[in-house]
């Protein structure tokens, strides 16, 4: 490979960098937006776990009741029978004990009727409950597909666009190999930020430490790549033709 310039690699670190900072973003964007439809997801799959719960709910409440009604015709069996019985007692004594106890039996029968009306209003409660949360649920669901599907679009474009970056950037064969894996190792550990300007007031454009004069004469002189030595990333000049 011939000897190409200081000068003529920094502009294709340059130029490489423009694509590979936004292949960085890209793909960040890549990492970041499933996130949001996967805690859409999550908020969805608990609504419908707490409507499933209700549910459950409402059918204790039923079965409960169904329990109740058995136990209040079996007592209305119960003083059917008693007062078939009352027709054949013979002594007063009897008659009065029988009529007690379907005394008894009918004030069991009112306050299960009691506990019967309550567990009416007991399921109305939860069903209200249950409507409630189905409209929520569906909501839920509607908000996850629509931003789903908002999201698996874009991903196809950013997955489309970084393809097409990698492809331009596969046309700079000719930087120095050593330099290239200097600059992909910063790419990979400086936030995809490998090479930076010197920025307003001699900051460094990675991570704004001053940058001295000294330094920025050694950038000038294009003998050999200057890196900020709080950051390590490559420097240069703006205004330097590049
Ligand atoms: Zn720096």
Do not use: W
Not at 46 to 59: M, V
Not at 192 to 219: D, E, F, K, R, W
């Amino acid at each position: 490979m011939p000897e190409i310039s200081v000068k003529d690699q920094l502009k294709k670190l340059i130029d490489l960098q423009k694509i590979d900072g936004e292949i960085y973003e890209l793909k960040q964007v890549l990492e970041e937006k499933p996130k949001i439809v996967e805690e859409l997801k999550n908020e969805f799959e608990a609504g419908k776990a707490q409507l499933h719960e209700l549910e459950e709910k409402l059918k204790l409440v039923q079965l409960a009741r169904k329990e109740k009604e058995l136990d209040l015709q079996a007592k209305e069996d119960q003083i059917t029978k008693y007062n078939t019985q009352l027709n054949e007692i013979k002594t007063n004594k009897e008659y009065t004990a029988k009529v007690k106890e379907i005394e008894g039996l009918k004030a069991d029968k009112s306050l299960i009727e009691e506990k019967i009306l309550v567990s009416y209003d007991e399921a109305e409660a939860v069903n209200a409950e249950i409507e409630k949360e189905k409209t929520v649920v569906s909501e839920e669901e509607k908000k996850f597909q629509n931003k789903k599907q908002e999201v698996d679009a874009e991903v196809k474009t950013v997955e489309a666009r970084i393809k097409e970056l990698e492809g331009q950037r596969a046309s700079f064969t000719d930087i120095d190999p050593n330099i290239k894996a200097r600059y992909e190792r910063l790419l990979q550990h400086k936030n995809g930020l490998a090479i930076v300007p010197v920025a307003a007031g001699n900051s460094c454009g990675g991570c704004h430490m001053n940058v001295t004069h000294q330094t920025i004469n050694q950038i000038k002189m294009n003998e050999e790549l200057i890196v900020c030595e709080m950051c390590q990333r490559i420097l240069y000049v703006e205004d330097e033709g590049y």
